[in-house]
């Protein structure tokens, strides 16, 4: 089982996860995470069953070991109006044929950490998610502990969105848990109150600035006709300042 030294840089080979896998799959998994996954899970992964898989191996290994796991990544697709994560898409979630990308797993045997190897597994998701015309988003959940990876999907452009409180139990334990998004094909996070505020401001503003303008040039045409009038001049002066401080007034507003 995978346990090497790295005594040189490995030369790393990503593929398909196959059911020749299962074993060292399972293996890895067990030591790595606290949450046991039943064996049905394997077997889905293995043999592609509602999940896609993408494996990281080491071409520099001896034979024997140079087809072997030394990293992971499982995902499947889901129906972005049946996610917890629905009121994050914007205007378009409730499409039926809406999806969206939800990493499982991902790990990494220690002795291969710090090569890259994670953030290429990533990559392969993401690029994945955007082959499907469909899919708005990649997410996943990571528990509150583990710095390296949420530094790893920061640096990555994931979002973090929320965090749920008690999300994992774990030996009888609760442990919070990040949500973390990364939009692809055009998806988006739906205006947040401050934004729909700031629109409505700015539709309101020029509205305004729209009046204000045809009142100004109604007034400048009512003072030229007024110019033109042969009445007394006390009428003609009375006018005058009245319908000055009207156009000060607006076109004040006007600027």
């Known amino acids: 089982m995978v346990n090497p030294k790295l005594c040189s840089r490995p030369k790393i080979h990503y593929r398909c996860i196959r059911p020749s896998d299962l074993d060292i799959l399972e293996h890895i998994h067990v030591k790595l995470f606290p949450i046991r996954y039943e064996s049905t899970f394997f ?33 499947r697709i889901v129906l972005a109006k049946e996610s917890e994560i629905v009121d994050m898409l914007g205007y378009d979630s409730s499409k039926s044929d809406q999806t969206l990308v939800y990493i499982l797993t991902l790990g990494v045997v220690e002795s291969y950490r710090n090569h890259g190897i994670a953030s290429s597994l990533i990559r392969e998701v993401i690029k994945y998610a955007s082959s499907i015309p469909t899919c708005r988003a990649v997410y996943l959940h990571v528990i509150s502990y583990n710095n390296p990876a949420i530094f790893l999907y920061k640096k990555m452009s994931f ?46 503003r020029s509205g305004f600035k729209s009046v204000a303008a045809k009142l100004c040039k109604s007034e400048d045409r009512k003072i030229s006709r007024w110019s033109m009038c042969k009445e007394s001049h006390s009428l003609v002066s009375g006018s005058h300042n009245k319908r000055n401080l009207s156009v000060e007034r607006v076109g004040y507003e006007c600027v």
Not at 54 to 73: H, K, N
Not at 160 to 184: A, E, H, M, P
Not at 195 to 204: G, R
């Open 43 to 75: 077997q889905d992964v293995v043999n592609g069953r509602d999940i896609v898989s993408w494996g990281a191996v080491d071409t520099s290994r001896p034979d024997d070991q140079s087809d072997e796991l030394i990293g992971f990544v499982t995902a």
């Open 159 to 204: 979002k973090c969105i929320r965090r749920l409180q008690g999300f994992y139990l774990i030996n009888g334990q609760q442990y919070d848990s990040y949500l973390f998004l990364y939009y692809v094909n055009g998806g988006r996070s739906p205006c947040s109150p401050l934004e729909l505020l700031a629109a409505i401001v700015s539709y309101m």
